[in-house]
């Protein structure tokens, strides 16, 4: 192994049913280095931590580890642990109801001589490291009184106080806000300084390229190559992970999407609240309209969405939909108004795990057909078949579990059960957060496309670019409130201005 390697993995071969997930795939990382793994959902990046990670059982290729003898073969996170692999996911695994040096040495607690724990030792230590670590908290309070940038920063803390020689964040901040980025991206260059190398997994490319030092490629389960990061600018990055030229995403829109102002009005909601999430607001929406909601996180998007829904049961306000006024109790009761919610937390609320690809994309369907009347099998997968080949949907078949799917391909498939039900009104909260480019670019053009025969879109997405290539209109919101609406030319400058300052109505 050369000097400042400390970790190689060579010719890592694994196959899933009807899929060759990694075929002879080579990884080297150095220490003291941040190194991306890239490519699109499906590209086997999952895959191969996994296989380092003990938690799959590759067929062929060997693993090597700076200090350990021979080759690694892990067969579980405590085996990979053992000798410095340590993993942050991208959902923190820790305990939200025991204090912060609880969650640091869980597991590994000092003892006294009359073995009990020696909360005194556990404490000062935990106050060492987490003042080494630059993460400014009373470890005596419990986890769950932080950020989830905090406790993804004490998840990281733990991992690197277990000897850590490699550190994989997987997606670790997908559901962090800039400051919170910020936080995290000191602390991974500390930890670079002290000579950890760390495998960095994102979809960000911004963030690949404010804090990495090289990047791998990987797609459809092989190696496309190894690249320091200054000698692969964005655009050819992205033309590897596609395996195609990327056109640009900002001509996708077409020519007259605009205003949708004479057309029906699908939804008119006046003075909808609920108590603690949202304030009172107004919202219209239009036929063939894609209207984007806007603002930082925790500004009230989801909120005002889940209380149009029914998943938040409104507590003041009228809500007419097609001009009759309605009362929306439950989601049930949105379904049958033709209304489908796509959530912003796939795996809580989206995906059911257990289910076939077939199972989860008929749910709505056979939800709002009634527990009375059961559809055929056969009806099922013509269903599912036509959202699997519509959606491009990769799947070994439509029975495969939804949990073996990539995330973006159970993104895909939820989209796929909204889709079935035909709905006049759509809500996708954050339908592309944690997926590849090129999915996105089709989630981006299906919008458009459902906008184009005529069916009503609010769409949410931390994203302002994404956002400003489809929608037709933004609502602004801060603190719970809606506080202002953009039409016309829609520009970043101008989407930035609104949210920090609240555009005027």
Same mark, same amino acid.
Request: glycine share 8%; charged share 25%.
């Given at each position: ?24 795939? @080579? ?6 280095? +941040? ?9 086997? &990046? ?12 590759? %067929?062929?290729? /060997? ?5 350990? %003898? ?8 405590? *085996? ?49 490291? #987490? ?16 950020? !989830?940038?905090?406790?993804?920063? +004490? ?14 964040? @997987?997606?670790? #901040? ?56 200054? *000698?692969?600018?964005?655009? &050819? ?10 056109? *640009?995403?900002?001509?996708? $829109? ?27 607001? *107004? ?101 599912? @078949? ?12 439509? %029975? ?23 709905? @006049? ?16 670019? /089709?989630?981006?053009?299906?919008? +458009? ?5 005529? &069916? ?33 030319? !829609?520009?970043?400058? $101008? ?9 005027? /109505?």
């Amino acid at each position: 192994m050369e000097d400042n390697v400390v970790l190689t993995m060579r010719g890592i071969c694994m196959t899933f049913p009807g899929v060759k997930a990694l075929d002879n795939v @080579d990884f080297t990382l150095r220490k003291g280095e +941040i190194h991306a793994l890239m490519g699109e959902n499906g590209a086997g &990046k999952s895959t191969l931590i996994k296989c380092l990670t003990g938690i799959n059982d590759f %067929e062929a290729g /060997e693993i090597h580890v700076d200090g350990v %003898e021979g080759k690694v073969k892990n067969h579980s996170t405590l *085996d990979a642990q053992n000798v410095g692999i340590s993993t942050v996911y991208q959902e923190v695994n820790l305990c939200p109801n025991l204090s912060v040096a609880e969650n640091l040495f869980i597991g590994r607690e000092p003892m006294t001589p009359f073995h009990t724990i020696d909360r005194r030792t556990m404490i000062r230590k935990a106050d060492e490291l #987490t003042k080494r670590l630059d993460i400014r908290v009373d470890v005596t309070q419990n986890l769950e009184n932080y950020s !989830l940038a905090i406790q993804q920063m +004490i998840a990281i803390a733990r991992a690197v106080d277990t000897n850590c020689k490699v550190l994989i964040l @997987d997606e670790p #901040t997908s559901s962090l806000d800039d400051s919170e980025v910020e936080k995290l991206f000191r602390m991974m260059t500390s930890l670079k300084e002290q000579g950890v190398g760390i495998i960095f997994v994102t979809h960000f490319l911004e963030q690949v390229y404010a804090v990495c030092d090289r990047i791998t490629v990987l797609r459809n389960g092989t190696l496309v190559g190894e690249y320091p990061i200054a *000698d692969l600018p964005r655009v &050819k990055l992205v033309a590897a992970m596609m395996g195609k030229d990327f056109d *640009d995403l900002a001509d996708i $829109r077409p020519e007259g999407f605009t205003s949708h102002a004479d057309a029906e009005m699908v939804i008119d909601a006046k003075g909808l609240s609920h108590k603690g999430t949202i304030k009172p607001f *107004d919202i219209e929406l239009h036929r063939g309209e894609v209207i984007g909601l806007t603002g930082l996180l925790g500004s009230g998007r989801s909120e005002l969405a889940r209380a149009i829904y029914g998943a938040d049961k409104a507590q003041t306000g009228t809500l007419k939909v097609k001009g009759k006024e309605v009362k929306i109790n439950h989601p049930i009761d949105a379904i049958h108004l033709g209304m489908g919610m796509l959530p912003d937390d796939r795996k809580a609320e989206g995906i059911i795990g257990d289910l076939s690809v077939r199972e989860n994309i008929i749910l709505a369907l056979q939800a709002r057909m009634g527990m009375f009347k059961q559809m055929s099998r056969a009806k099922q997968e013509e269903i599912a @078949d036509e959202y699997i080949k519509v959606l491009q949907i990769k799947t070994a078949s439509r %029975e495969t579990p939804i949990s073996q799917l990539s995330g973006g391909n159970q993104q895909k498939a939820i989209l796929g059960r909204w889709l079935a039900t035909d709905p @006049d009104f759509l809500i996708l909260d954050e339908p592309t957060r944690g997926i590849d480019i090129g999915t996105k670019t /089709e989630i981006q053009k299906l919008i +458009i496309q459902l906008a184009g025969e005529g &069916k009503s879109v609010m769409f949410i997405s931390s994203e302002i670019e994404e956002m400003l290539r489809t929608c037709n209109r933004m609502a602004v919101l801060r603190d719970g409130a809606k506080v202002g609406e953009l039409d016309g030319e !829609l520009t970043q400058e $101008r989407v930035m201005s609104a949210i920090a300052g609240g555009a005027k /109505e």
